[in-house]
């Protein structure tokens, strides 16, 4: 199938394309790369962060420390913009910060009154918190008292946060969850919130595309729902390619995502046009969880329900000027079109590939795991020890200050119309996107195979 070429033939050509897996202490619930250097933190079910220096080759991968300042389990772990803090959220109800020598710099006891599900970075001095009732908060991190770091609150869902989203144009997050609904919430004016109609399944994530003109979120039948911005009440297209629940997805460009499904695939997926262009990975009968890129862009890390974290080579998305991959204007070489499921015979081919397949990949300048005595990242565990109003009117976000109460501004305008994919999407009939009929059952021309695929058709 799609992408197997890809590490078939760099096995055969002897190159390392990622670094090796890496084995917590127990179940991995969240993952974040460091945003300046190759360090990689993880959250565990037993409430304890690890922080990782990862590199090339065997034995590279280094643990720095572990924390256990949560009492249980930890739920969400996220780096701020500058790398000199790392954020984590438990079911124990608190919100922590910690330096790179793993003391706390921040302790927010009972954050929420309910376990905390999921955070997400704002900006430098804000970031925003979802708990299991559907409850979320937005913090100010200059803020030195608890009660007061809390600046604004909402309670729109009746269910479980179970993914953020986060347009910086339009100071704008958007925020899914396990009782089926989409809910928007804009910075600048506490009061204008929008929740959208229930729809048919849970959903579990989300992400903004188009230039914040579409918004898409993962269901548990398996549906990729688009929204169009400003148009909250229901979606207007949907795209059922997985045969699975779409756990997990992380955006590439403006029109492609990688999505992971309970079936233990990663799917790379182009949106508008709908396509699911191929499959990069395999956590084999876990669901994938979770996934996040390194700050170059060319490696993907995730996890599933285990204590392992994989890694995946997606510099195949990123040009050799650092330019990201756009599904629109480009295609992968050897990537098959419309690969919504796997074949048992594909997907032996591609267990075969991995397991002969040495890993590790240069993902950017080395980072440094020793540092001086100010907070920066080091081995600490070598004892196996583990757009707004004036300023002044409200909070900042990004950058500027927020108006609180103020008037929103107009949101942007609808999506570009929805072409209809190979891959069978479907249009609702009151959508905003018209569907085009006329080239109904016309074939594709036939394409004589390439080297790539004559290789698979041998296989």
């Not at 990622?18 to 360090?39: K, L, Y």
């Not at 390194?294 to 990123?318: K, N, P």
Request: hydrophobic share 35%; charged share 30%.
């Amino acid at each position: 199938c799609a992408f197997f070429f890809h590490s078939v033939l760099s096995t055969m050509s002897g190159e390392d394309l990622v670094p090796e897996e890496i084995s917590c202490g127990d179940q991995v619930f969240d993952i974040a790369f460091h945003p300046t250097s190759d360090f990689l933190a993880t959250a565990s079910i037993d409430g304890v962060v690890e922080v990782w220096k990862y590199g090339i080759g065997e034995g590279a991968n280094q643990k720095l420390f572990t924390s256990s300042h949560h009492t249980s389990s930890c739920r969400g772990i996220r780096f701020n913009e500058k790398g000199d803090v790392l954020f984590s959220i438990s079911s124990d109800l608190s919100l922590k910060g910690m330096d790179g020598n793993g003391n706390l710099v921040l302790n927010y006891e009972n954050a929420h009154t309910n376990p905390i599900n999921r955070i997400h970075i704002i900006n430098e001095h804000n970031l925003v918190t979802g708990d299991d009732i559907g409850e979320v908060k937005l913090w100010d991190l200059r803020v030195g008292s608890q009660d007061k770091a809390a600046v604004m609150q909402w309670h729109l869902h009746e269910d479980f946060i179970s993914g953020f989203a986060y347009n910086s144009g339009a100071s704008t997050l958007i925020s899914v969850s396990g009782d089926s609904t989409l809910a928007m919430y804009d910075f600048r004016n506490k009061k204008m919130t929008c929740r959208s109609d229930e729809q048919e399944s849970e959903l579990q994530c989300v992400q903004i595309l188009k230039g914040g003109r579409k918004v898409v979120a993962g269901t548990q039948d398996g549906v990729m729902l688009l929204f169009s911005w400003d148009d909250w009440g229901d979606c207007s297209d949907r795209f059922p390619g997985h045969p699975e629940t779409v756990d997990s997805m992380w955006k590439i460009d403006e029109s492609t995502v990688i999505t992971g499904s309970s079936d233990g695939f990663l799917r790379v997926v182009s949106l508008h046009p709908n396509k699911i262009l191929g499959v990069i990975g395999d956590h084999e009968e876990f669901p994938v969880e979770g996934m996040c890129a390194s700050r170059d862009g060319r490696v993907l890390g995730s996890f599933a329900h285990d204590e392992v974290i994989r890694f995946w080579d997606i510099s195949m998305f990123v040009d050799d000027d650092g330019d990201e991959f756009d599904a629109e204007d480009e295609e992968v070489s050897g990537v098959k079109a419309g690969a919504a499921k796997v074949s048992k015979k594909d997907k032996k081919a591609l267990k075969n590939a991995q397991k002969s397949a040495t890993t590790a990949v240069p993902v950017g300048a080395d980072g440094d795991a020793a540092s001086d005595d100010d907070g920066e990242w080091e081995d600490c565990d070598s004892d196996e020890e583990g757009s707004g109003s004036d300023e002044g009117e409200g909070d900042e976000v990004d950058g500027e200050a927020v108006e609180m109460e103020g008037d929103s501004d107009e949101g942007s305008e609808e999506g570009s119309e929805m072409e209809e994919s190979d891959g069978g999407s479907e249009s609702d009939s009151d959508g905003d996107e018209d569907s085009d009929d006329s080239d109904a059952g016309r074939k594709a021309p036939k394409k004589l195979p390439t080297a790539s695929e004559k290789f698979f058709a041998d296989l």
